[in-house]
């Protein structure tokens, strides 16, 4: 019988391959699970954070527009609020990192021919269309009273953290309060605004995505000597809330070091109404608004070691990664037609409704909904791609030109555009040229326009009933596919 020699123990060389090609798919597929899971947790994350973010500005801007006082504007109103603005304007920004590596012109954030074929100009997102390359930066600034407190220190050993507080317990029954998004500072101490783009050995590294915008709020508490008299000299501009006016030695109010005015809301009113071009007449070289028109400087990203005047200057930071900050308003600026809405008188209603415009069934007779009319920048809020009666609109487009004594209209003391052209054509009109339409905008708003509405001691046109805010939080981690939106509507007067 003849004997076989025994096979040796063991694998084969393709059960081998056959075996590590099993493991490595094993390998590869438990990987995924873990990067699904792990980008699924970091979303969770993203979006627990961002709803955290809402919270926090709704609460503040709840607060702090309650506190708001109107600015007197026609007859029916007696307060004594010194003023109200809104600034507006967009900024060209990538959305992150990612969205830049990936954009067809890194150099050009509005500059997409891909994505943007048939826009106005073509291959460009036109600012009256917001999206994820374009982004509002508005700012809105006004009275307040109410129990506010102190948020930098007092004393002269601010930037040391031997013997200074970091806060102080100072508080205020009047406070000056602004919204809008602040400027950062570089590893080279240099400020940009959101969005600004580079300057030469001065690269904007903390300020030029827009996922990396952070809003600001900045309450100035207004705090008179015991005699009743400012400190300020009579001379400054706007003094001591103005653009430069000087907070203590040569800081000046924006740099965010100290968060109190020695003035009050009686005294700053004073101070406007001496101001020397107000009123425009018919418009002064120098607007009334202009020094109010700025940015507070602030860092959130502080070194250490930690001192009070570092903590000063990341208080007013509130919010980081608000890619949108949208400020409009509404009100009763006209009489109206009954079934459309449109204006039938420049007077304001008597009926104190505020303005709107309806959807009517196909007869044209008949009010289906009414809808409340939104002032301000053109948007287009709808997305259909034009602005018109549906979507946000100056109220100088609807208003006629009822000329006052001192040769300007109503809406021309309040409403101030800047590199805007004249619109289009209306899409359409009334028999009588009454626009139900609205123009289109896409064509006269450039990169570089803005859009001022602002309310002083003088203004006649009536003060608005309602503010609108829109605002847009993303992640600067780049975890979730689009920027979140949150809209708030506040009545700021009965």
Known sequence: MKQHAPQPAGFTLIELMVSIAIALLLILGVNQVFKISSETAGQGQALSTINRDNRAIQNTLVLDLKNLIPVPGG???????????????????????????????????????????NSTPPG????????????????????????????????????????????????????????????????????????????????????????DFFLCRQA???????????????????APLGFGSKSNGNTVIQDSRFD??????????????????????????????DPMIYRFQANPFLSKPVTPAGMATASPCL??????????????????????????????????????????DTTGK???????????????????????????????????????????????????????TAPQAPYGSDPDGTPTQGFDYKSSVAANSSYTAAWGPTTTLPF?????VTIAIDDPNGRLGDEQFFEYIFDVQP
């Open 75 to 117: 007859a029916s109103q007696t307060t004594d609020g010194p003023l109200f603005i809104i600034n507006s304007q967009t900024v060209g920004a990538f959305r992150n990192a990612r969205d830049k590596s990936a954009a067809s012109d890194p150099a050009d954030p509005r500059h997409e021919p891909t994505l943007f074929a």
């Open 124 to 211: 460009h997102w036109n600012p009256a269309l917001l999206n994820f390359r374009n982004h509002r930066i508005d700012r809105v600034c006004f009275f307040a009273r109410g129990l506010y407190a102190r948020q930098t220190a007092t004393g002269t050993n601010v930037n040391s953290t031997a013997g200074t507080p970091f806060v102080s317990p100072t508080t205020s029954s009047e406070a000056f309060i602004w919204y809008g998004h602040g400027m950062l500072p570089n590893t080279a101490n240099v400020y940009f605004g959101p969005g600004d783009p580079d300057a030469p050995n001065a690269a904007n590294t903390s300020n030029q995505l827009a996922s």
């Open 220 to 238: 100035i508490l207004l705090s008179l000597n015991p005699d009743g008299n400012s400190l300020q000299p009579a001379t400054a501009v706007l």
């Open 260 to 289: 109190v005015a020695q003035t009050s809301i009686q005294q700053f009113n004073a101070i406007l109404k001496a101001f020397a071009p107000y009123p425009p007449a018919p418009r002064a070289p120098v607007d009334w608004w």
């Open 319 to 360: 919010v980081r990664g608000c890619s949108q900050f949208v400020v409009e308003f509404a009100g009763n600026f006209y009489t109206k037609k009954p079934l459309s809405g449109a204006m039938a008188h420049p007077a304001p209603d008597p009926t104190g409704e505020l303005d709107f415009y309806t959807d009517l």
């Open 366 to 420: 008949f009010i289906l909904a009414k809808h409340i009319r939104w002032y301000g920048f053109p948007r287009d809020t709808n997305g259909d791609g034009i602005i018109n009666y549906r979507d946000v609109m100056p109220l100088t487009a609807l208003m006629p030109s009822a000329v006052q004594a001192d040769n300007i209209t109503p809406v021309d003391d309040v409403e101030h555009l800047s590199n805007v």
């Open 464 to 468: 608005p009933k309602m503010i609108r």
